[in-house]
């Protein structure tokens, strides 16, 4: 009879045991909480960063929390995506359970900020004793971070674009290593196209590529990036319109068109197709397989050579020119820290953005990743930069480029990605493609209007 | 109504309560505030700002709206009869009368369980141009391989394929609609000279049918919502041939800023527009479908 278990038993038992889990849960996870709160404040830092530069991110965390006495800074990594995609700060801001900082391409800030996803700096600088205009940061990037005259975040990083080439693989196809060599001034895109090709092997079965030379539109090789070339515009701000279908930049899409014409652009696609998905790691790209030759990309590309091809024979080159003695063009981007509206501990976070985008901040992910700081002061400390990265610093960002920071970055960019996907793929030839890119972008940009 | 009748109405709501409040709170109210943003230009954030119809006639001359609509319909033009002709060929194999049959069941339903997320990442390397396991035995019975989610032909289809691991769900629903159809049919067919092919034909398949609708209103209104492959293997691309309806709108809700007026208001067309055509569907059905014996 004793070993019955009638269902009051069971019920009290039941409640017994999860009364006692309760119990036990609530001493185990929430009495620590409480003091860590009383202790220090804690601020949750979102970003969609991998490999190196996430690991570079957690340093300055750890370092701003040794040294900070009253806030504790949590990292956490999101999925990464596009970066335009910001599905999960908005819904996490309109939930009420958004982060108190968060990782943002400096070029959609002041799309974010127009739609109010943003809390204005102004006066949580003025408070900490900052400069609210940025002026210690480069120009370009406190433009950027800039929405109708106040500051919605602080930039932390720039890089600039430059051409690489795997100085093995271009010896063994035959091509002329002196027309690659930096001292020599730029190279002409055709010049780079025939070194290219050189280079170019087919697998064994033949309908793929095994190694190419240069692929138009993979790494930083982007629409941006021929445009500036060509010496294209991309926003007249006296017309309030975007500019993608200028005479330079169609011309400058008719030489990525033709290029994929002549190799098979389903060839070309299949090659760096799984390079490509967002977040691929770097072992998955052929330039540290030692299979692409040539490459469009950013500085930080030194750091990933060091840990992921460390033996390669490679040099760093400025963006080849549309024409003998033409000048060198390039772009820089980067990426900023902001605080998202109705972030909990606003004060808090503002004392980790002033260090992360501080000079300690930076100079740690400048030594991790090879970036180049945006603060003015550290780009002038020689001890940060290795040669190659010299090279970046002193003769490609004094004359940089960048994209123009619209309140429909996002969408511009998209527009013209989708457009350059259709070139590069010959599936619309690039005037009509560039047409309907700007078309969709106004469609956006027009209430907007005017905007200085 | 007694006394006790009304005091059982209230009780019986009582009870079912937590899923009237929530389906108000999760259903109703979000569909309302859908509604209801449609007409306003907002970006997620502040004071809507009411535009009236301005969203809906802006769809008009939206060229990437158009050809997310017309990638939708070929997906789902696409998906539903060949997920239907899937399901039942998996359904037929599931129904062998073996021994071992709970087995196989289980091996031909798992694909089913995995998270479509997961799926997308083995279709990528089932599919890869180069090292793909798909394109190498084309290649060996002498195909010239497609780059399937590189090429905008072919990355519909190959999303299309991605769709048929779930096949084992509505499977399951077939195998029960074959467990349901009279062993005397089949024998009186049998005693009439009828061939397993003319049994399937004049027996199985008119007694499937009810099962058969409710797979292609199933199919078409999940069809019309396809995101997920999309957004984890090609993004919208090559060239927007797998911009997808609900992909543009999610972009339009979360990456572009001040869209999500627009996006509510592709909701709402989305909306009626599978209504009407899972109406149609249902409408034409009293001439094929078959719900009962006589």
């Known amino acids: ?452 | 109504m007694t006394r006790t009748e009304r005091k059982n109405l209230w009780l019986g709501l009582l009870f079912i309560s937590p899923w009237i409040i929530g389906f108000l709170a999760f259903l109703v109210y979000p569909i309302w505030y859908t509604v209801e943003l449609s007409f306003t230009r907002y970006g997620g954030f502040g004071v809507p700002e009411w535009i009236g119809l301005d969203n809906y006639t802006r769809m008009l001359d939206d060229r990437l709206f158009w050809i997310s609509v017309w990638n939708t319909v070929y997906y789902t033009g696409l998906a539903v009869p060949i997920g239907v002709v899937v399901a039942m060929v998996l359904a037929l194999a599931m129904n062998q009368p073996l021994p071992e049959i709970p087995i196989y069941r289980a091996i031909l339903f798992l694909p089913s369980v995995l998270p479509l997320f997961a799926v997308s990442f083995i279709f990528l390397t089932l599919l890869d141009p180069n090292d793909g396991i798909v394109n190498e035995l084309l290649r060996r019975i002498g195909f010239s391989p497609p780059n399937w989610f590189g090429d905008p032909d072919y990355a519909k289809i190959g999303i299309v394929a991605i769709a048929q691991f779930g096949a084992g769900q509505i499977a399951l629903v077939f195998l029960a609609g074959l467990k349901g159809i009279p062993q005397h049919l089949y024998e009186a067919a049998m005693l009439d000279g009828a061939g397993p092919i003319r049994r399937f034909f004049s027996v199985t398949l008119p007694l499937l049918t009810p099962i058969i609708l409710y797979d292609i209103i199933l199919g078409i209104s999940l069809g019309m919502q396809v995101f997920t492959q999309s957004y984890i293997i090609t993004q919208g691309g090559p060239a927007q041939s797998t911009t997808f309806y609900v992909y543009y709108l999610y972009d339009n809700a979360f990456t572009y800023g001040g869209q999500m007026g627009y996006a509510s208001a592709m909701a709402v067309v989305l909306f009626l527009f599978t209504f009407i055509i899972a109406g149609l569907v249902f409408v034409t059905s009293k001439r094929w479908v078959h719900y009962d014996l006589s």
């Open chain 1, 1 to 452: 009879m004793s070993s019955r278990i009638n269902r009051r038993t069971l019920v009290k038992g039941t409640a017994g045991a999860a009364g006692a889990a309760a119990l036990a849960t609530s001493s185990v996870y929430h009495v620590p909480n409480v003091i860590a709160r009383q202790e220090k404040t804690p601020v949750v830092f979102w970003t969609g960063f991998t490999a190196q530069a996430l690991e570079s991110l957690q340093r300055i965390t750890d370092e701003f929390n040794a040294q900070s006495e009253d806030v504790e800074v949590t990292l956490e990594q999101i999925p990464p995506g596009e970066v335009t995609d910001s599905a999960r700060l908005i819904t996490a801001v309109r939930g009420g359970t958004g982060p108190d900082v968060y990782m943002l391409d400096r070029f959609i800030v002041a799309e974010r900020a127009a739609t109010g996803l943003l809390t204005d700096l102004t006066s949580l600088l003025e408070d900490n004793g900052a400069d609210p205009s940025l002026s210690d940061h480069i120009g370009f990037a406190a433009a950027e971070a800039t929405y109708e005259g106040a500051p919605y975040a602080l930039p932390f990083d720039t890089d600039v674009r430059a051409l690489y080439y795997n100085r093995t693989l271009l010896s063994e196809a035959g091509a002329d290593l002196e027309a690659f060599d930096a001292a020599n001034g730029p190279m002409t895109w055709d010049a780079l196209k025939e070194a290219a090709n050189m280079a170019n092997i087919d697998n064994e079965s033949g309908d793929n590529f095994a190694q190419m030379g240069y692929v138009p539109y993979f790494n930083q090789a982007w629409h941006y990036t021929y445009g500036f070339s060509w010496g294209a515009d991309f926003f007249n701000e006296e017309g309030c319109e975007v500019t993608p279908n200028s005479p330079e930049m169609i011309e400058a899409m008719q030489w990525v068109y033709d290029y994929c014409a002549e190799l098979d652009p389903s060839k070309v696609q299949a090659f760096i197709q799984a390079a490509r998905v967002p977040g691929a790691p770097p072992q998955e790209s052929p330039w540290t397989q030692n299979r692409l030759a040539t490459m469009v990309t950013g500085d930080w590309q030194i750091a990933q050579n060091r840990e992921y091809a460390p033996d390669m024979d490679y040099g760093i080159t400025y963006l080849p020119v549309p024409e003998d003695g033409m000048e060198s063009a390039t772009w820089a981007g980067g990426w900023s820290l902001v605080i998202p509206e109705g972030a909990q501990q606003p004060e808090a976070a503002t004392q980790f953005l002033m260090f992360a985008c501080g000079e300690p901040g930076q100079r740690i992910y400048t030594e991790d990743t090879a970036h180049i700081p945006t603060l003015l002061a550290l780009q002038e400390d020689a001890s940060l930069f290795e040669e190659r990265h010299t090279f970046f610093v002193n003769e490609l960002l004094p004359t940089t480029n960048n994209r123009p920071p619209l309140p429909v970055g996002a969408r511009y960019w998209d527009d013209m990605t989708a457009a350059f996907e259709r070139i590069w793929l010959n599936e619309e030839e690039p005037e009509p493609a560039l047409n309907n890119a700007k078309d969709a972008t106004m469609t956006l940009l027009t209430p907007f209007c005017p905007i200085g």
